[in-house]
Nanobody, 115 residues
Framework: QVQLAESGGGLVQPGGSLKLSCRPS????????MAWYRRTPGQERDLVAKMTVGGTTHYADSVKGRFTISRNNAKNTVYLEMNNLEPDDTAVYYC?????????WGQGTQVTVSP
């Protein structure tokens, strides 16, 4: 069973920054892609950013230019760097690892953007 260890959430003021980390129990190169999703109460999980094993990235329109997904191969970790945060970015953020038809999820980390 693949496990994903997330960290980095917290409370930040509008305009601030946070960096989330996700470290899987297997090599990040064993997955077709890794991604970050977020969910607000009563809503479905929405894709925020995605990176394929080849390094191609994709972002939701609402975060383009503000969020960056990246990875550190030596640390076997995927990151989500979030800048210029807005109150609408408040959500629980989840890391996902995908291999063919299987998805594994992290436990989620709360991000709250508030004055």
């Amino acid at each position: 069973q693949v496990q994903l260890a997330e960290s980095g959430g917290g409370l930040v003021q509008p305009g601030g920054s946070l960096k989330l980390s996700c470290r899987p129990s297997e090599s990040i190169f064993d997955f077709n892609h890794m991604a970050w999703y977020r969910r607000t109460p009563g809503q479905e999980r929405d894709l925020v950013a995605k990176m394929t094993v080849g390094g191609t990235t994709h972002y939701a329109d609402s975060v383009k230019g503000r969020f960056t997904i990246s990875r550190n191969n030596a640390k076997n970790t995927v990151y989500l760097e979030m800048n210029n945060l807005e109150p609408d970015d408040t959500a629980v953020y989840y890391c996902l690892a995908n291999r063919l038809s299987k998805n594994w999820w992290g436990q989620g980390t709360q991000v709250t953007v508030s004055p």
